[in-house]
């Protein structure tokens, strides 16, 4: 059997189709723009009978229905986003092309298609739509976390086309019954991260000696989880989670961004100590971004009582392992860090890349 990812040349779309793959699972059809952030070399080592890359975009309905005919797949994993808070305020028409109007396309692509189908593999297909906790908008210090039913309120063009993705899904199956699911996620590391997000970024420059920006007082809050831990619970829920139902995907581990600096740097002081003084010396803050949400936290509840998932990683091991990843994978680090993204780092940070 075959299921569709779209992204799956992304960070977290990476990591879910080789969790998927070496669990076992379907065959993967794989729709990718492979835009800067997307790269061909994570997956390029997997055979074509468990994974076939098909050079594409979201919105191309016609690309999108010949896929869904051609491979008739049990279900469509949806990670395809522009993801980077940054780049939206910036550059927001592409979140808007790409995370709703591609959104959109993928809908009512998956549900010709659904309807085409009968019996055991009409009840048994799913399309899974991966949003993010930042729809629901920040908290304050003392807020309990967001949960399922917390209601949107986006305050970048990135969290606001992902949520208009969360309410054409909603709208799917509450129109049509189209057998949709939607998760929210908290932040994510690991492996595999371009290294224009916060932990990635910090590691690279650490290890090169060059300035860790900071945004602003650096007690921005995010609850963190491994990507590996994340995609295993898409896997659960892609299995056993109820159409029209939304389940928040958390770490359980909330942590300010300078404490999370502060972590990769004693990591990297024990193992690539610099000529004089620590990492943390090279901390830079800078401005903070436009409408920066304070605090990001979600409830796990449930998803982890009603599909029994609960993070493998610690937040310390976990941390621990990215930043071994990123020192033993330098030439991944070499090939991403070139152009396109010196050029970002320039307008963006005004330093080098």
Request: proline content about 7%; overall charge negative; charged content about 20%.
């Amino acid at each position: 059997m075959t299921i569709l990812v779209t992204g799956g040349l992304g960070f977290i779309g990476t990591n879910f189709i080789l969790g998927h793959l070496a669990a076992g699972g379907d065959r993967v059809v794989d729709l990718d723009l492979a835009t800067y952030a997307g790269n061909p070399a994570n997956l390029a080592h997997l055979p074509d009978g468990e994974h076939l890359l098909a050079l594409g975009d979201v919105r191309d309905r016609a690309l999108v229905d010949r896929l869904l005919a051609e491979h008739v797949p049990r279900a469509l994993v949806h990670l395809a986003a522009e993801s980077h808070v940054d780049r939206s305020i910036s550059r927001p028409a592409a979140f808007i092309e790409t995370n709703v109007v591609g959104t959109f396309t993928l809908l009512e692509a998956a549900r010709a298609h659904w309807e085409t189908l009968a019996g055991a593999d009409r009840d048994a297909f799913r399309f899974l739509y991966v949003s993010t906790d930042e729809v629901f908008g920040s908290l304050a210090p003392d807020d309990p976390p967001f949960t399922e039913l917390s209601p949107a309120a986006p305050n970048s063009p990135y969290s606001a086309s992902k949520a208009a993705g969360d309410h054409l899904v909603r709208a799917y199956f509450r129109t049509y019954g189209f057998p949709a699911v939607t998760t929210h996620c908290s932040n994510n590391y690991g492996p595999y991260q371009f290294p224009e997000k916060f932990i990635p970024l910090m590691i690279i420059n650490a290890l090169a000696g060059k300035p860790l920006p900071v945004y602003g007082d650096g007690r921005q809050v995010r609850d963190w989880i491994h990507v590996e831990d994340h995609a295993r619970a898409l896997s659960l829920v892609l299995e056993k989670g109820a159409p029209g139902e939304s389940y928040n995907i958390g770490g359980r581990s909330e942590r300010a961004n300078l404490e999370v600096l502060e972590a990769v740097c004693r990591v990297l002081d024990g193992t690539d100590p610099l000529p004089v003084g620590r990492h943390m010396d090279l901390a830079v803050h800078v401005t903070d971004r436009p409408g920066h949400d304070r605090r990001y936290a979600v409830d796990s509840s449930k998803l982890e009582e009603g599909l029994g998932f609960m993070p493998g990683y610690s937040f310390p091991d976990g941390l621990e392992a990215t930043v071994h990843w990123y020192r033993a994978n330098r030439p991944w680090v070499e090939s991403v860090t070139s152009g396109g993204y010196r050029e970002w780092m320039r307008t963006h940070y005004g330093m080098e890349g």
